[in-house]
Antibody, heavy 122, light 109 residues
Framework: EVQLLESGGGLVQPGGSLRLSCAAS????????MSWVRQAPGKGLEWVSG????????YYADSVKGRFTISRDNSKNTLYLQMNSLRAEDTAVYYC???????????????WGQGTLVTVSS | QSALTQPASVSASPGQSITISCTGT?????????VSWYQQHPGKAPKLMIY???NRPSGVSNRFSGSKSGNTASLTISGLQAEDEADYYC?????????FGGGTKLTVL
């Protein structure tokens, strides 16, 4: 059974940093591109960042470029999101999501974690 | 890049059909056949219902179908059931990223 389990969320002050993790199981993690998608309270979905299966290619939304860094450790079956210079508008539930392999892009997601809440507030 | 445009809400009775539109631009929806649709129940993670405009993942009911014309994609749900009540989001690939729509709340009366 495919499982994605996010962790690392919490309350952080504006300008602070946080690192999210997503532990994957039930599939060969190194074969799949992954992404982070966030959802502000009561709002819609926003794609944040994506990474190829090898980690050699990374992609970012303009809203986080230069502040967030996506990475993965295929030996640990874990996806990461390092978030720096956090702003109030980064407050959201952050989901990790697996690319569906049959899609024509890296950005269609067939499995999602349950999310971890990041709150940026003083 | 602006979010794709969806109606805020739609409603219909059980057994009826509905269509949710998703309007983008010639840089996203109009340019690529990579539109997806997600269903999200309150407090739950999104579920992929349609990918690459009209393909259904394994396990998704054939009551769900997708199409595209120009800069607008559509999700049609036929034979509405109570469990279809949820938020629906479209997404479109665009230049090494993906845009989501603002979401549509489907109410089954």
């Amino acid at each position: 059974e495919v499982q994605l389990l996010e962790s690392g969320g919490g309350l952080v002050q504006p300008g602070g940093s946080l690192r999210l993790s997503c532990a994957a199981s039930g599939f060969t993690f190194s074969n799949y591109a992954m992404s982070w998608v966030r959802q502000a309270p009561g709002k819609g979905l926003e794609w944040v960042s994506g990474i190829s299966n090898s980690g050699g290619s990374t992609y970012y939304a303009d809203s986080v470029k230069g502040r967030f860094t996506i990475s993965r450790d295929n030996s640990k079956n874990t996806l990461y999101l390092q978030m720096n210079s956090l702003r109030a508008e980064d407050t959201a539930v952050y989901y990790c999501a697996r690319r569906i392999p049959v899609s024509g892009t890296l950005f269609d997601f067939d499995y999602w974690g349950q999310g971890t809440l990041v709150t940026v507030s003083s | 890049q602006s979010a794709l445009t969806q109606p805020a809400s739609v409603s219909a009775s059980p057994g009826q059909s509905i269509t949710i539109s998703c309007t983008g631009t010639s840089s996203d929806v109009g340019r690529y056949n990579y539109v997806s649709w997600y269903q999200q129940h309150p407090g739950k993670a999104p579920k992929l219902m349609i990918y690459d405009v009209s393909n259904r993942p394994s396990g998704v009911s054939n009551r769900f179908s997708g199409s595209k014309s120009g800069n607008t994609a559509s999700l049609t749900i036929s034979g509405l059931q109570a469990e279809d009540e949820a938020d629906y989001y479209c997404s479109s690939y665009t230049s090494n990223s993906v845009l989501f729509g603002g979401g549509t709340k489907l109410t089954v009366l």
